[in-house]
């Protein structure tokens, strides 16, 4: 559970958009990995299905009929939703990755959050590798316009 609570935590905000789902989500992984039988010779290899059983779990559980009948908070009013969600200290970056579309938010995070090799981000959402850095490419694009240019401008600085 140390070792993987807070990679599967973080995965799952980023799929599901909430904590309290993400929650859920690392109990149910944490719950398989402490029952399945098998052991992995490698770290990488039990990465990887912990990883992939992850995403399994936040697209069971997007697809369930719970999920599909409950009201976001978006429809709520503001005074409720701020009633209802704790005061996230987020920095900008963050919120405007959460921003982007699913497949551009789950591709930047999986590489510029939890460093992942483009071929091991293509395995986890199932698709190939040059997919994979097309939506790289494309969500870099829109933080650039949400953030006003600034996106990446202080790694050139570093780099210089």
Do not use: H
């Not at 990488?44 to 936040?58: F, I």
């Not at 009948?69 to 996230?88: I, K, Q």
């Not at 921003?99 to 293509?122: D, N």
Request: charged share 30%; hydrophobic share 40%; glycine share 4%.
């Amino acid at each position: 559970m140390e070792r993987w609570a807070d990679t599967v935590l973080r995965v799952g905000y980023t799929w599901t958009g909430s904590s309290q789902d993400a929650q859920d989500v690392c109990q149910t992984v944490l719950l398989k990995l402490l029952t399945d039988p098998r052991r992995f010779p490698e770290e990488r290899q039990e990465k990887a299905w912990v990883l992939r059983v992850t995403v399994n779990c936040c697209k069971d559980l997007k697809k369930s009929a719970w999920a599909r009948r409950r009201v976001s908070l978006d429809a709520l009013g503001a005074a409720e939703a701020a009633a209802v969600l704790p005061d996230l200290e987020e920095s900008p970056v963050l919120r405007a990755v959460q921003a982007l579309p699913e497949k551009y938010r789950q591709a930047v995070y999986l590489r510029y959050y939890e460093e992942y090799e483009l071929e091991e981000i293509a395995a986890v959402m199932g698709c190939r590798t040059a997919q994979v850095s097309t939506w790289l490419y494309r969500g870099k694009a829109r933080l650039r316009t949400m953030l006003g240019g600034m996106y990446g401008t202080e790694q050139k600085c570093l780099s210089e």
